[in-house]
Nanobody
């Protein structure tokens, strides 16, 4: 079992920056791939960025060059640095931990943190 707690959301003007953090507890953090998803009102949840247990990142096309995902295994924490924010980045952002062991999948979610980009 993994518990995930996000923080760092808030309101920011277009062009601004925010850094989201997600602290994990309850299992071996370094074994999990970690991801940030977001869900805007009336839309499906979508993957924003993910990072493998080995530290390889990947990004949705809409955030490439603006967002950076990173992890600190010593602190059991994954970060999402968001720069050049746009109004369309407004959403609830969720942290995700994912691991596959043989045929079993382990998938955990945080409670979400609101990000609002507006002037």
């Amino acid at each position: 079992q993994v518990q995930l707690v996000e923080s760092g959301g808030g309101w920011v003007q277009p062009g601004g920056s925010l850094r989201l953090s997600c602290v994990a507890s309850g299992s071996i953090f370094s074994l999990y791939a970690m991801g940030w998803y977001r869900q805007a009102p009336g839309k499906q949840r979508e993957l924003v960025a993910a990072i493998t247990s080995g530290g390889s990142p990947n990004y949705a096309d809409s955030v490439k060059g603006r967002f950076t995902i990173s992890r600190d295994n010593a602190k059991n924490t994954v970060y999402l640095q968001m720069n050049s924010l746009k109004p369309e980045d407004t959403a609830v952002y969720y942290c995700n931990a994912y691991r596959v062991v043989f045929i079993s999948q382990y998938n955990y979610w945080g409670q979400g943190t609101q990000v609002t980009v507006s002037s």
